[in-house]
């Protein structure tokens, strides 16, 4: 009688079909800002992925407009919170403030992008795969005969409990009809991802 078996990458292997699709392992090679060409945006972040077992980068975009209090502060909102899933899965210790001006750990203004791009990615030529990121097909939004590639914008760490995490996360968004997923060519709900209060101008909800 032999014992279990299990391999030690069972946790991050993608889930059925393509293996491009489902829990992928990802590293980030660049940050990009593209702010400047949305004026709805307060942020406009777009991670280049390299993901693992594909020669083809993958973007992740976190775009949004920041709520805010009657005296202008920022408040609590989706783009928040999906900054700081972003910042603490990286280790990058700073972020808005009360204005929402972009910091550093000391309270220095920094340009947010130029120090991600600066401190927080992998070579692209040997890419290090230390995150998990959820990816699926879209119907395009313009054009619903078309679907797209998506990464929901939540990286979590590339372990058991990063995606256990994870999972957990996108099997809630699918309960609510958050995520418009098509598998085999279908749509399995109606609804649309939530963008952060950003008014949308592309075929991607990020």
Known sequence: MSGRFRPADLATASDGGSKFLGYVPVGITSFEDRADQFDWADV????????????????????????????????????????????????????????????????????????????????????????????????????????????FPKLVPNTPAGRKDLEGYINFMKSKNLIKEVQDGVATNNAVTPNGGMQNTSDSPF
């Open 44 to 151: 406009y972040i777009v991670c280049q992925l390299a993901v693992e077992g594909s020669q083809y980068p993958q973007e992740m975009r976190l775009a949004g407009s920041f709520d805010k209090e009657p005296n202008g502060n920022i408040k609590t909102c989706t783009i928040l919170k999906r900054l700081y899933w972003l910042f603490d899965t990286i280790g990058f210790e700073g972020g808005p403030d009360v204005q929402g001006n972009m910091v550093d750990e000391n309270g220095d203004s920094i340009d947010l992008v130029n120090h991600l791009d600066a401190n927080f990615c992998t070579n692209p030529l040997e890419p290090s795969h230390d995150y998990l990121v959820y990816m699926y097909k879209e119907q395009g939004r313009k054009d619903p005969s078309k679907t797209y590639t998506t990464a």
